[in-house]
């Protein structure tokens, strides 16, 4: 497997939530690391075994690994690993994971250049309309990592390996691969990147994760119109409760209400006024 800046990065950001852990549901615990979350899926008290979505920031095997021994116990086993898309902050500790736990690891087809060293990811856009996140996004890493010999095709009916009841969903705009995971059972929604319930641009907001529902991170995102109709797909779903991959967990009638508007205002309250890709799709 080939490293890249995207896992070997040391970034200087936290957040007041880093190192600590919510159970939403018996079965799905998020888990901050720095500003980015993790999901780890599986009940500790039916099985030791579970499926890791996403993987962190760079350097976080560690501490994810940790977090499950806490919660399944010393004989833990890592199943899968499924990846919302393959931005920096979701593989940070992919491949350090993979070194000890020979599991697959399921993506888009659309995600799968950056994940073979095909293609680098499109440069940050430091130039956004954005706060202070924005503006040194462009120290981010975007070089494609390699874990070809891992890499597999999610299922094309929509099923999640090793994760029963739920399916994917195409989430496009923040990166032509992004998806989101969906239970009927809970109305549960791991949204990924689709949206966030932190201003992501905003390094006060980061830090204090202040919560509320904004559209995808400004510096990644490079097709604004894809990223608009995947928030109205999933605004559709009715989601009880939702997660993702920047910002604390919500539910009930503020998730409900947050994400309607964002969908119907999408456009004068997520897209930024100016920048390289606003335009460009």
């Known amino acids: ?55 962190g920031m760079p350097h976080s095997a560690e501490k994810i690994l940790k977090v499950a ?69 462009k120290i981010f890493p975007i070089k494609a990592i390699d874990i070809s010999a891992h890499i597999h095709e999610l299922p094309s009916d929509s099923s999640v390996p090793e994760m029963p009841d739920w399916k994917w969903i195409h989430t496009p ?16 929604l ?13 390094l006060y907001k980061v830090l204090r994760q202040k919560k509320e529902i904004h559209g995808p991170p400004v510096y990644l995102t490079t097709n604004w119109r894809a990223a608009w109709e995947s928030v109205c797909k999933l605004a559709d779903l009715q989601p009880s409760i939702a997660a993702t991959g920047h910002g604390k967990p919500m539910a009930g009638a503020v998730l409900a209400k947050g994400l309607v508007d964002l969908a119907e205002n999408f456009q004068q309250t997520a897209v930024p006024a100016y920048g390289k890709y606003v335009h460009t799709k």
């Open 173 to 188: 705009g923040h990166s032509e691969g992004h998806i989101s995971l969906f239970r009927e059972q809970g109305r549960v």
């Open 1 to 55: 497997m080939e490293r890249s800046s995207a896992t070997e990065s040391i970034l200087p950001m936290t957040s007041i939530r880093s190192g600590s852990g919510t159970e939403i549901a018996p079965d799905v615990y998020c888990y901050t690391v720095q500003v980015a979350n993790v999901f780890l899926i599986g009940n500790p008290n039916i099985s030791n075994e579970w499926v890791l979505i996403d993987a």
């Open 69 to 137: 021994e806490n919660r399944f116990g010393p004989d833990h086993q890592l199943k899968a690993i499924i990846l919302t898309h393959g931005h920096f902050d979701h593989v940070g500790g992919l491949i350090d994971i993979l070194e000890q736990y020979k599991v697959p690891v399921y993506a888009h087809p659309l995600e799968f250049s950056y994940l073979t060293g095909i293609t680098d990811y499109p440069q940050p856009d430091h130039s956004v309309e954005g706060g202070m996140v924005a503006k040194i996004s």
């Open 190 to 202: 791991i949204a990924g990147d689709a949206f966030v319930t932190v201003k992501q641009d905003s």
